[in-house]
C-alpha cells in the first residue's frame, strides 16, 4: 500500500530560522509536488519536481528530490510569518492521480 | 487565483440528500480531478476526466458519480448524504493530464455541511 509521509506534522518557528520538511514516500515515482494551503483557501502549487536530484526555488522556500531514496524536502531558509501554512507534498505514479500526505501547518512566530 | 471555478462556495443539507458541485477548468485544460478533504481522511483523490471520459478512479463511495460534459465543466453527484460526507471538495484541472506530469491548479473549493 502506498503511503506518503510527512514530517513534521506540525512546526512552529521563529522568523529568521532555518527548518526542513520532510516527505518520505514508499512506492517508486519520477515526480512530487508541493502545494501549500492557507486556512480555509484552495491548494497553491509551489514545486513540481520530475527527477531525481532535482532542486527548485522559489524565494525562502527550496525543494528538492531523491527518488533513490524515496524522499522530497522542502527547506525554509530564513522563516518570515507570511510563509505560515500548511504545506502539503504529493505524489504522484503511472497515472495522474495525486496521493498527499497529511500536511506540516507551519507556523512562523515574530 | 487559479481559474478554476467551484460553485457553490458553501452547502448545507441534511441526511439522505442529494448535492451537485459543479467545477469549470482552467481554459484549455482537459482534464478535471476531484478531491476530498476531511480532517480524519486528509486529502483524497476522488476521480478524474479527461475530455469528458472517465480517466481514473479513486476512493470514490459509489453513493457517489461524476461527469464532464461537452464544454469541460464537471459536476460532481452525492447522493444519500451521510454526516460522514461532510468535507471540502476540491476541483483541480490540468492541460492535458494523460502521462504529462504537469501541475494540477486547483479550485476554491465547495464546503459541504451534512446536518
Known amino acids: 500500500e502506498l503511503k506518503v509521509e510527512q514530517n513534521p506534522l506540525f512546526l512552529s518557528m521563529q522568523e529568521g530560522k532555518n527548518y526542513t520538511i520532510y516527505c518520505n514516500y514508499s512506492?517508486?515515482?519520477?515526480?512530487l509536488y508541493w502545494y501549500r494551503q492557507d486556512p480555509g483557501k484552495s491548494l497553491e502549487s509551489l514545486f513540481v519536481?520530475?527527477?531525481?536530484?532535482a532542486v527548485k526555488q522559489e524565494g525562502r522556500l527550496m525543494a528538492s528530490l531523491d527518488t533513490k531514496a524515496r524522499l522530497s524536502t522542502l527547506h525554509i531558509t530564513a522563516a518570515v510569518h507570511d510563509l505560515s501554512a500548511t504545506y502539503f507534498c504529493?505524489?504522484?505514479?503511472?497515472?495522474?492521480?495525486?496521493?498527499f500526505g497529511k500536511g506540516t501547518k507551519l507556523t512562523v512566530n515574530p | 487565483d487559479s481559474g478554476v471555478t467551484q460553485t457553490p462556495k458553501h452547502l448545507i443539507t441534511a441526511t439522505g440528500q442529494r448535492v451537485t458541485l459543479r467545477c469549470s477548468p482552467r481554459?484549455?485544460?482537459?482534464?478535471v480531478y476531484w478531491y476530498q478533504q476531511s480532517l480524519d481522511q486528509g486529502l483524497q483523490f476522488l476521480i478524474q476526466?479527461?475530455?469528458?471520459?472517465?480517466?481514473a478512479k479513486g476512493n470514490i463511495l459509489e453513493r457517489f458519480s461524476a461527469q464532464q460534459f461537452p464544454d469541460l465543466h464537471s459536476e460532481l453527484n452525492l447522493s444519500s448524504l451521510e454526516l460522514g460526507d461532510s468535507a471540502l471538495y476540491f476541483c483541480?484541472?490540468?492541460?492535458?493530464?494523460?502521462?504529462?506530469?504537469?501541475?494540477?491548479?486547483f479550485g476554491p473549493g465547495t464546503r459541504l455541511l451534512v446536518l
Open positions: 476526466y479527461y475530455n469528458g471520459e472517465e480517466r
Open positions: 504529493a505524489w504522484a505514479g503511472g497515472s495522474e492521480k495525486l496521493v
Open positions: 483541480a484541472s490540468s492541460e492535458k493530464g494523460v502521462g504529462s506530469k504537469e501541475t494540477q491548479y
Open positions: 512506492t517508486t515515482s519520477d515526480r
Open positions: 481554459s484549455g485544460d482537459l482534464s
Open positions: 519536481l520530475l527527477s531525481n536530484g
